[in-house]
């Protein structure tokens, strides 16, 4: 929800509609782009990669445990 309403307030600026454009688009260009890039590695990249670690710890726990056995 912050995500949309800073990419959303960014948008007017990045758009080149103020009196600074030439100074300020870049700025607000790289601003979104930082917060859309964040905002997917949060919903996405860091449940997957949790998923991932969990099935390869339990894998390696049934390893372990048949070798012991």
């Given at each position: 929800?912050?995500?949309?309403?800073?990419?959303a307030g960014?948008?007017?600026?990045?758009a080149g509609v103020?009196?600074?454009a030439?100074?300020?688009a870049p700025m607000a260009v790289a601003v979104i782009g930082g917060f859309i890039a964040s905002t997917l590695?949060?919903?996405v990249v860091v449940p997957v990669?949790?998923?991932a670690m969990n099935d390869l710890s339990s894998w390696f726990g049934r390893?372990?445990?048949?070798l012991s056995s």
């Open positions: 929800m912050t995500t949309i309403a800073m990419v960014m948008l007017p600026a990045a103020d009196a600074y030439g100074f300020r590695l949060s919903l990669m949790f998923a390893r372990l445990k048949g």
